[in-house]
T-cell receptor, first 116, second 112 residues
Framework: AQTVTQSQPEMSVQEAETVTLSCTYD???????LFWYKQPPSRQMILVIR??????QNATENRFSVNFQKAAKSFSLKISDSQLGDTAMYFC?????????????FGQGTRLTINP | EAQVTQNPRYLITVTGKKLTVTCSQN?????MSWYRQDPGLGLRQIYY???????DKGDVPEGYKVSRKEKRNFPLILESPSPNQTSLYFC???????????FGDGTRLSIL
């Protein structure tokens, strides 16, 4: 079975701090996409950031950045200057499977709380 | 506005009473998918469709049916719901399976 592991079920930090959420996965493919989704209490699934595996440069979206280690199959999310609105469930979702038949596989999620 | 619309948002029903959750997308996406979300398990794929009339099982298909007669619609059918199907359900669409998925707002389903 394709597996994605988020080893931190819950995390809590103070506002303005930096926090890193970890994710590891398993694949034998070379080209694929990876995503982090945010699910606030409203339960909407919101795309936070994406990374293409063939790109060496780590993706950045404002305060959100990733540390993508392809050989280690690791895809962590760093949130800088955290804000109260960042409180949410975060899901790592790499596109796994053979080319032409890939699908997103979601980790178990990390519940992140930003404290004032 | 690009969106995935699923209905109903909430449903409480009883064991064995057939129900359908509708899903529609307006982005002309080829790929559509249904997920269920349970605490501690993340999102698990129920069924997916790569194109009209092409559907296939995901990781947890037991007790569910789908159809894809039109590109924009992908309903989820529970013919004889049971309490273990109580969950939060999401419909999603994308250009293809490995690309970012656009999600509906979710359907909270309770089977008594």
């Amino acid at each position: 079975a394709q597996t994605v592991t988020q080893s931190q079920p819950e995390m809590s930090v103070q506002e303005a701090e930096t926090v890193t959420l970890s994710c590891t996965y398993d694949t034998s493919e070379n080209n694929y996409y990876l995503f982090w989704y945010k699910q606030p209490p409203s339960r909407q699934m919101i795309l936070v950031i994406r990374q293409e595996a063939y790109k060496q440069q780590n993706a950045t979206e404002n305060r959100f950045s990733v540390n993508f280690q392809k050989a280690a199959k690791s895809f962590s999310l760093k949130i800088s200057d955290s804000q109260l609105g960042d409180t949410a469930m975060y899901f790592c979702a790499p596109g796994l499977g053979v080319q032409g038949a890939q699908k997103l596989v979601f980790g178990q999620g990390t519940r992140l709380t930003i404290n004032p | 506005e690009a969106q995935v619309t699923q209905n109903p948002r909430y449903l409480i029903t009883v064991t064995g009473k057939k129900l359908t959750v509708t899903c529609s997308q307006n982005m002309n996406h080829e790929y559509m998918s249904w997920y269920r979300q349970d605490p501690g398990l993340g999102l698990r794929q129920i069924y997916y469709s790569m194109n009209v009339e092409v559907t296939d099982k995901g990781d947890v298909p037991e007790g569910y049916k789908v159809s894809r007669k039109e590109k924009r619609n992908f309903p989820l059918i529970l013919e004889s719901p049971s309490p273990n199907q109580t969950s939060l359900y999401f419909c999603a669409s994308s250009l293809w399976g490995g690309r970012p998925q656009h999600f509906g707002d979710g359907t909270r389903l309770s089977i008594l």
